[in-house]
């Protein structure tokens, strides 16, 4: 039985991720490691909990401590690394918190990995790296020279660029995966799309930052963690010291004016749609090229834009109606109301 560690498997992405391996890969055991900061909540494991029997531990702890990184890793001979501060705004409020947790928690558990002998280690990092491109510019793709304007994405390189080391210096097998924005069930309601949802439901006039034309390329979270399952289980001297792109393509790109105005149409309602100010710095456009994913090893998205929107908007609509019949639904959960659209 193979076993795997995923940091911050408790949060968004890595629940959904959690959930995937245990379901497409029935011999394999999947250790899970997460702070539980405000974004990661443990009841994003209960249908992993489920399906897995004895097959998933989770262990509350900070990839930070070295000692908990060797002791888990023992056991494990995977790892896929979410963990990670991904709040843009709070990074320019706290950078430091930032550099801390995505740069030195990577270099730790990086090393602790090393010392285990690890097989594979997926380094999860972000489009932000790249900073914003132009519409009349292609996507970005990874050959592309990084050009982080903020310091979630500073941090983000500099966790990348341990990653690059270890693989230079000692032959460690790092892939790093680089993905644009990700939407689906559990998401936290700082992100926009639950944030449009949330205030759409509750008859709120919608907030959007500046004029709401921030384009974005959106990815449905099952999607991004097949792409992962792949490049987890490809052949070594396909992956090993590479970095790859997971973006929903072109079709998948979008403005905050074209999503908010799709969740009111499926909705039928009507409420005002207000412009904030903008986020500094702001990224008009984020966007990747996915070619060399799809031409390594056949990935490409499956679920359209407007089927992901759809069973996003289910899985929001059941959440707003349980905290209707029970008031204290969620009431020890950090629901942040920071208009951050863009993200």
């Given at each position: 039985?193979?076993?795997?560690?995923?940091?911050?498997?408790?949060?968004?992405?890595?629940?959904?991720?959690?959930?995937?391996?245990?379901?497409?890969?029935?011999?394999?055991?999947?250790?899970?490691?997460?702070?539980?900061?405000?974004?990661?909540?443990?009841?994003?494991?209960?249908?992993?909990?489920?399906?897995?029997?004895?097959?998933?531990?989770?262990?509350?702890?900070?990839?930070?401590?070295?000692?908990?990184?060797?002791?888990?890793?023992?056991?494990?001979?995977?790892?896929?690394?979410?963990?990670?501060?991904?709040?843009?705004?709070?990074?320019?409020?706290?950078?430091?918190?930032?550099?801390?947790?995505?740069?030195?928690?990577?270099?730790?558990?990086?090393?602790?990995?090393?010392?285990?002998?690890?097989?594979?280690?997926?380094?999860?990092?972000?489009?932000?790296?790249?900073?914003?491109?132009?519409?009349?510019?292609?996507?970005?793709?990874?050959?592309?020279l990084?050009?982080?304007?903020?310091?979630?994405?500073?941090?983000?390189?500099?966790?990348?660029?341990?990653?690059?080391?270890?693989?230079?210096?000692?032959?460690?097998?790092?892939?790093?995966?680089?993905?644009?924005?990700?939407?689906?069930?559990?998401?936290?309601?700082?992100?926009?799309?639950?944030?449009?949802?949330?205030?759409?439901?509750?008859?709120?006039?919608?907030?959007?930052q500046?004029?709401?034309?921030?384009l974005?390329?959106?990815?449905?979270?099952?999607?991004?963690?097949?792409?992962?399952?792949?490049?987890?289980?490809?052949?070594?001297?396909?992956?090993?010291?590479?970095i790859?792109?997971?973006?929903?393509?072109?079709?998948?790109?979008?403005?905050?004016?074209?999503?908010?105005?799709?969740?009111?149409?499926?909705l039928?309602?009507?409420?005002?749609?207000?412009?904030?100010?903008?986020?500094?710095?702001?990224?008009?456009?984020l966007?990747?090229?996915?070619s060399?994913?799809?031409?390594?090893?056949?990935?490409?998205?499956?679920?359209?834009?407007?089927?992901?929107?759809?069973?996003?908007?289910?899985?929001?609509?059941?959440?707003?109606?349980?905290?209707?019949?029970?008031?204290?639904?969620?009431?020890?959960?950090?629901?942040?109301?920071?208009?951050?659209?863009?993200?």
């Amino acid at each position: 039985m193979r076993s795997i560690l995923v940091t911050g498997g408790a949060g968004f992405i890595g629940s959904h991720f959690v959930e995937h391996i245990l379901t497409a890969h029935p011999d394999y055991r999947v250790v899970v490691l997460d702070k539980l900061t405000y974004a990661g909540k443990r009841s994003n494991l209960w249908n992993a909990e489920a399906l897995a029997g004895d097959r998933l531990t989770f262990v509350q702890g900070d990839v930070g401590d070295i000692e908990t990184d060797c002791q888990l890793l023992q056991a494990c001979d995977l790892v896929v690394h979410f963990a990670s501060e991904s709040h843009v705004v709070n990074s320019t409020k706290d950078p430091l918190l930032f550099a801390r947790n995505n740069m030195n928690g990577t270099a730790l558990l990086l090393e602790a990995a090393r010392l285990q002998r690890v097989k594979r280690f997926l380094l999860i990092s972000t489009v932000e790296v790249y900073g914003s491109c132009h519409r009349q510019v292609a996507a970005s793709r990874e050959d592309d020279l990084p050009r982080p304007s903020t310091p979630y994405a500073a941090a983000k390189v500099a966790a990348e660029s341990w990653g690059m080391a270890y693989w230079e210096s000692f032959g460690f097998p790092v892939v790093i995966t680089r993905s644009c924005n990700n939407y689906g069930p559990r998401q936290h309601e700082e992100k926009q799309l639950p944030d449009l949802m949330s205030m759409a439901l509750r008859d709120e006039p919608l907030r959007v930052q500046g004029d709401g034309k921030h384009l974005r390329q959106w990815l449905y979270v099952t999607d991004h963690c097949r792409a992962l399952d792949a490049l987890l289980h490809a052949d070594e001297r396909q992956v090993a010291g590479e970095i790859f792109n997971i973006g929903g393509g072109a079709a998948a790109e979008r403005t905050t004016i074209q999503n908010a105005q799709a969740i009111l149409e499926r909705l039928n309602k009507h409420p005002a749609i207000i412009h904030g100010p903008d986020r500094v710095p702001s990224l008009r456009r984020l966007a990747l090229d996915s070619s060399k994913l799809e031409q390594r090893l056949g990935w490409r998205p499956q679920v359209r834009f407007e089927e992901g929107l759809d069973r996003t908007l289910a899985f929001y609509k059941r959440e707003h109606q349980m905290r209707e019949q029970q008031p204290a639904y969620h009431a020890t959960d950090d629901r942040s109301r920071l208009v951050t659209q863009a993200s």
